[in-house]
């Protein structure tokens, strides 16, 4: 494997593997409030 493969495989890592860091930091700080009281009276659709 090339010296430019290589670098670019890392960064391919860092970018998937990053972004996978950043969204469970993110959620982590603002989590998912939940169905609302008002979700739960509606009526599932036919």
Known sequence: MSGGAIVMMLI??????GG???AILQLRRHPDPGPTPEDEETPPAP
């Open 20 to 22: 996978l860091a950043l």
């Open 12 to 17: 391919a890592i860092l970018v998937v593997w």
